[in-house]
């Protein structure tokens, strides 16, 4: 959808972002939780550029993921993944998901449901466009780089929502919940 901004529109927003200051595990209320998960993934390195094929460009599927190091109390994990430089006020959420069991260690691709591709869509939350899923990188032509920030969360409970919560109602459900966190930053970008 925002590959149809017009490349001179994209450019002349590109000092419009919401801040990497913004994304939730910078926040804060999660600042302070210890950063000792290691997640990772086989399709990029961290910092390094998302493939086409996660993105609007591809197939658009949900990149494989693994982590390790949870804390020995996690009683569930929870990934969200933003992008802070949207030209937006907040980060453009592009995956919400909550309640993974504590003895997973990896997602492969295409897990979650996306625009062109059935997955899961169990536990996954609203992302920017509303809808429960993986929703595949889009920046704006013209715009520069943009960094998605994939975050896991180890949680000390699992969570309850009716229906599929967005980006507010989960951060505000796992705070004061969160015995560690991870991240991981991959790139995209349109000429």
């Not at 998960?37 to 390195?45: E, G, K, V, W, Y």
Request: hydrophobic fraction near 40%; aromatic fraction near 8%; proline fraction near 10%.
């Amino acid at each position: 959808m925002l590959e149809k901004i017009p490349h001179g529109v994209g450019r002349a927003l590109r000092g419009v972002r919401a801040g990497f200051d913004k994304v939730a595990s910078e926040g804060r209320a999660f600042a302070m939780a210890a950063d000792t998960i290691a997640l990772t993934s086989r399709a990029f390195d961290d910092g390094g550029s998302l493939p086409a094929r996660h993105t609007a460009d591809g197939d658009g599927l949900s990149p494989p993921l693994a982590w390790r190091d949870l804390p020995p109390s996690t009683v569930a994990v929870a990934l969200l993944v933003e992008d802070p430089d949207a030209p937006a006020p907040q980060p453009l959420v592009h995956l919400l998901a909550w309640d993974l069991p504590p003895d997973l260690t990896e997602i492969a691709e295409g897990q979650f449901k996306s625009p062109r591709h059935d997955g899961l869509d169990e536990n996954l939350g609203k992302n920017s466009f509303l809808s429960a899923g993986w929703l595949p990188p889009d920046p704006p032509t013209g715009h520069g780089p943009h960094l998605y920030v994939f975050q896991i969360f180890a949680l000390d409970r699992t969570l309850a929502f009716d229906g599929h919560p967005g980006r507010g109602a989960f951060l505000d459900a796992i705070e004061g919940h969160v015995l560690a966190k991870g991240v991981l930053v991959g790139t995209y970008e349109r000429p």
